[in-house]
């Protein structure tokens, strides 16, 4: 599918997909760069590794497909870097977890200086990070955003959503924006709140984690995810988050009035509507 | 261990229990009784199922323990059917998940009538309900909370802990009033909160769901739990619960003024603060 593909951050998710390309048959080369050291030497002793190299920009080249994998906030400055280096023809792309700001100064920076740039979205990940978490199925089965604009290729954008395809993934084609106000819902704002969850529980006796079952357990376990990589998401979509978590708390609140005028019949009706669509969750 | 255990209510937790006692020979006979004769006559086909009364007063004669898995809202009005037909030096005892309403009502209602009530809390379920999700390791593994009052003699409590560590559950004693705080925190809160978050999202597009990743479906899960049951424990709960919310009201809106004024630091130190929990969490 491509010749060379450039795997930039090779940590959970960068290492995953490149174990995916070469079982499947999906790249001649992977080419890895990381810019530590000593990511950069573990990378040597991988099988899903052609080639390491010290710099981004030798990275690319040659690199008929360039995938970012970096903590968000460092996407877009990566791009900045990468300018001038990336082969013409050749796709950029990246598997940030926001889009609008990304894609907004990523097209703009490679805009005229050869490569285009369309951001995707694999649904794919842990609350575990790095590469020793990495595995070749991670993606298989998930849902993956292609976030394009107006004015990208149709012939590029199918490419892209082609190789996600390729992967076994369900692709969405949405807007940037479009993209962010969505995954603030389904990925941001539950992590938020279940942070804000264990957050609280720490103030309190720290003994009570004795006694947890699982659904402690099942309802925080992202809150064990990267406090710096979250803190870029949360930040990057701030808006759209702040919106989300204030429909949330419309809730909680029309939850908590029920409970506290003792409505017995409108707390069941506000339980039942969050079981109903739970429910649908479990199935689809 | 006991002549005769009588389970009322042989719903999941119920029949799980009537399971694991035969498994583990700590019981000569066990003895149920459902109200609705169709869950009678399921019964009645169940090998763990050596008798099954056509009424509660039946089921405890002969009975020298009594284990009402019955809603939370209907154990204390189910003692007060019981008074004067529980054996004399009979331990009753109960599952539900709240313990200061039903300690209180159910003590005073077999007062010098026969047998002792004690109440439990096995921190073992699930979000399925009902028989047919029953399996004999339910409880195996998991806390359980004993909540004596003072004047409980020392010897029906300490046979009431040995009980459940017989079902290789880790016992912890605490006051009804203390352990409905614990499990306002550890439990009842994170339902609440699960079931607001899908209670919101309902209100928005339902086709988000389609991209959900497995972290909204773990952190949700327990929003599928029954709301007829679900609303019970809340409203027995209901001063705990309400001051545990206002507690994780306050986090909340900590974390949210850290990202609305960009304080990036202290939206990394806050998420750092649950990670840790929630990090202990996991190995415990």
């Given at each position: 599918?491509?010749?060379?593909?450039?795997?930039?951050?090779?940590?959970?998710?960068?290492?995953?997909?490149?174990?995916?390309?070469?079982?499947?048959?999906?790249?001649?080369?992977?080419?890895?760069?990381?810019?530590?050291?000593?990511?950069?030497?573990?990378?040597?002793?991988?099988?899903?590794?052609?080639?390491?190299?010290?710099?981004?920009?030798?990275?690319?080249?040659?690199?008929?497909?360039?995938v970012l994998c970096t903590p968000v906030a460092?996407?877009?400055?990566?791009?900045?870097?990468?300018?001038?280096?990336?082969?013409?023809?050749?796709?950029?792309?990246?598997?940030?977890?926001?889009?609008?700001?990304?894609?907004?100064?990523?097209?703009?920076?490679?805009?005229?200086?050869?490569?285009?740039?369309?951001?995707?979205?694999?649904?794919?990940?842990?609350?575990?990070?790095?590469?020793?978490?990495?595995?070749?199925?991670?993606?298989?089965?998930?849902?993956?955003?292609?976030?394009?604009?107006?004015?990208?290729?149709?012939?590029?954008?199918?490419?892209?959503?082609?190789?996600?395809?390729?992967?076994?993934?369900?692709?969405?084609?949405?807007?940037?924006?479009?993209?962010?106000?969505?995954?603030?819902?389904?990925?941001?704002?539950?992590?938020?709140?279940?942070?804000?969850?264990?957050?609280?529980?720490?103030?309190?006796?720290?003994?009570?984690?004795?006694?947890?079952?699982?659904?402690?357990?099942?309802?925080?376990?992202?809150?064990?995810?990267?406090?710096?990589?979250?803190?870029?998401?949360?930040?990057?979509?701030?808006?759209?988050?702040?919106?989300?978590?204030?429909?949330?708390?419309?809730?909680?609140?029309?939850?908590?009035?029920?409970?506290?005028?003792?409505?017995?019949?409108?707390?069941?009706?506000?339980?039942?509507?969050?079981?109903?669509?739970?429910?649908?969750?479990?199935?689809?």
């Amino acid at each position: 599918m491509f010749q060379q593909v450039a795997i930039l951050g090779p940590g959970l998710l960068g290492a995953s997909l490149a174990m995916a390309l070469k079982a499947r048959g999906l790249s001649g080369r992977v080419v890895a760069w990381s810019r530590r050291a000593e990511t950069r030497a573990k990378c040597r002793t991988r099988p899903w590794c052609d080639a390491v190299e010290e710099s981004a920009q030798q990275a690319v080249a040659g690199s008929d497909l360039v995938v970012l994998c970096t903590p968000v906030a460092t996407i877009a400055p990566l791009v900045g870097e990468l300018a001038g280096h990336v082969e013409p023809g050749a796709l950029v792309t990246d598997v940030g977890s926001t889009k609008s700001l990304i894609c907004r100064q990523a097209r703009s920076l490679l805009s005229g200086r050869g490569g285009a740039f369309i951001g995707s979205h694999p649904m794919a990940g842990s609350e575990l990070a790095g590469m020793e978490h990495a595995r070749e199925d991670l993606f298989a089965g998930a849902p993956c955003f292609v976030t394009p604009v107006e004015d990208d290729p149709d012939h590029e954008v199918a490419r892209l959503i082609r190789f996600w395809e390729a992967l076994d993934m369900t692709v969405e084609t949405l807007s940037p924006e479009r993209h962010d106000e969505v995954v603030a819902h389904i990925s941001h704002l539950p992590h938020f709140i279940a942070s804000s969850l264990c957050g609280y529980l720490a103030s309190r006796d720290p003994r009570w984690a004795h006694f947890a079952g699982p659904g402690l357990r099942d309802s925080t376990r992202i809150a064990s995810g990267d406090p710096g990589l979250w803190r870029q998401i949360f930040s990057q979509n701030r808006d759209e988050l702040l919106r989300a978590l204030d429909g949330f708390e419309d809730e909680l609140h029309a939850l908590k009035a029920a409970l506290l005028n003792d409505e017995s019949t409108g707390v069941a009706a506000l339980l039942e509507r969050g079981k109903q669509y739970r429910d649908r969750l479990r199935t689809e």
